[in-house]
Structure formats: C-alpha cells, structure tokens
C-alpha cells in the first residue's frame, strides 16, 4: 500500500489546450494509499457535521394529563394518576433524546494528513489529477469555467477545482455548476477529494510554473444535457401518465369502430320489412 513512485498528471491551458505532461510533487504525491485512514477520517467529518439537535418530551412536558382519569377504587380498572404517562398513546417518552448528544469525533492530525495526502494519491494513480497552468479569470464567467471542463471530456462528472489561494472570480464561475467545487488547494479535504471524479489543480499551487502559451479562439464545445435521475415521485407520476395516455388511445380506437358497426347494421334493418310485406301477398293467394 506504501510503495514510493513519481507520479506525473497531464497539464492543459485555461482553455483546454493540451501541453506536456508535469511531475506532481513528492511530498504529496508519493504512492502512498492508506483505505483505513482515509474511511477513518471522512466518517469523523460526516459526524462531526451532525447537530445532535434531536429531543423528545418526557411526561412532564407534555401537555394534559393533570387530572386523574378515573378513581382509585371501584372500577374494575387498573390505577391510573395521568393520561400523560408513558404506556399512554400521546404520553411521554422515557428514554428519549435531549438534544445534548454530541456526535463529534476527534482525528489527530498526521492521521488527517496522511488521510489527505492518501487521498491526493489515489486520484493521481487514476490519471484523474489534471493540472491547470493558470487561472486568471478578470470576471466571474460561468460558460468559460464550463466550457474548459467540456474540452478536457469531464463536464458530466464530479469536479474538484484547487486554485492557488483565494480567486472570488473562479469561485463564482463555478458556483451555479452542480457538480463542481472550488476551492484553495489547501482547504481541499479528504472528503473533498473522494467526492471528486477528477481534480483541477492549479500549477503554481503545487510549486510548478509553466509559460504563459498563446492561443488562438476556440470554438465551444457542445455539451449533451443528461436527464437527472427520477424520484419515486416522478417514476410513479410517469407510470401513471403512460396507463391513462393508453386508456385514451384504446377508447379512442373504440370510438372509431363504433360508427362502422353501425353503418353496416342500417342495410340489415331495411332489408327486413321487404320480406314482411311479400308475406301478405301469399296468404292472399
């Protein structure tokens, strides 16, 4: 698990121009993939972001009960002093929740270190690390930011973008983005990174410099909306739109049977009445 490699990530422009690959730093990019660490810290993070805010009444707080429901003696009854208590449907809980539960987990810190570094290594062995040589966003532009991720083929999946310090500019772009995060590269967290299915890291936050390269205009990239999974809700609605929509064609086809029956029993009633009236005409006779 703790084997030593030099790791490399393909590099690009802000604008999705390829370049030549970049060796990542060895003193966060060394192999190293610790799994029991890593679990160790994100279920700490999960928990330590629960409130513990639970609480339930006992029977002194809930509301009623302050009369006897019956006497003491003489009803055949067991004895009761509170339609509050706890074997009474709406009464009190004994041992409910007070909200004074306190969920929070304590993680050293060279666990959380190594847990990180573990983590920034388990996306760089699959190839999903890429580096950007600079962001320098004058102004906060959603389409630019979303069109760099169309080029580089990752628009549709979980992006994690790290800029070297504080950028409000590349923050805002990507904030309308679902699936993408921005933030510092030494704010990204253990969770953060395992959220992500590809990294955006910005070169100079890794100790790399990279020449500016001129590009010319490139043309934008399309990118193919993909439909949002459905909820029970929306399956059930769905189904339920499909069995009436086919109720409607099949009364529909009916309706349009109807009328042909009809005609074809009109011919039928006319003929009749011509062989009552020959009948006559015999007896006659």
């Known amino acids: 698990m703790a084997d030593t490699m030099q790791l490399e990530a393909a590099a690009y422009t802000a604008l ?45 707080l809930v509301i009623g009960g302050n009369q006897k429901p019956w006497k003491q003696k003489g009803t055949g009854r067991a004895r009761q002093g509170s339609t509050r208590a706890p074997n009474w449907p709406g009464g009190g ?3 409910g929740p007070h909200g004074d539960r306190n969920y929070s987990q304590a993680v050293p810190r060279q666990v959380r270190q190594l847990a990180r570094r573990s983590a920034f290594n388990a996306r760089a062995r699959e190839n ?80 790399q410099v990279l020449s500016p390269v001129t590009e010319k205009a490139v043309e934008k990239v399309k990118v193919k909306k993909t439909a949002a999974p459905k909820t029970p809700k929306a399956r059930h609605a769905a189904e339920t739109a499909k069995k009436e929509t086919a ?25 009749a009445p011509a062989k009552k009236a020959a009948a006559p005409k015999k007896k006659g006779k």
């Open 93 to 95: 809980t004994v041992f």
């Open 16 to 60: 999705g121009t390829p370049r030549e690959k970049v060796s990542l730093p060895h003193a966060t990019f060394d192999g190293t993939v610790n799994v029991p660490v890593m679990q160790q810290a994100v279920k700490a993070m999960l928990a330590n972001q629960r409130q513990g805010t639970a609480f339930t009444k006992t029977r002194g």
């Open 247 to 271: 109720k409607k064609a099949v009364k529909a086809a009916a309706k349009k049977k109807a009328p042909a029956k009809k005609a074809a029993a009109k011919p039928a009633a006319k003929k």
């Open 128 to 207: 999903a690390v890429l580096v950007i040589d600079r962001f320098a966003y004058e102004a906060p532009k959603t389409s630019q930011l979303h069109q760099l991720l169309a080029r580089l083929g990752v628009a549709h999946q979980n992006a994690l973008i790290l800029t070297d310090g504080v950028k409000p500019n590349v923050y805002l772009s990507g904030r309308n983005l679902p699936k993408v995060r921005v933030m510092p590269y030494s704010d990204a967290s253990t969770y953060d990174l395992l959220w992500s299915d590809v990294v955006l890291v910005e070169a100079s936050a890794i100790g």
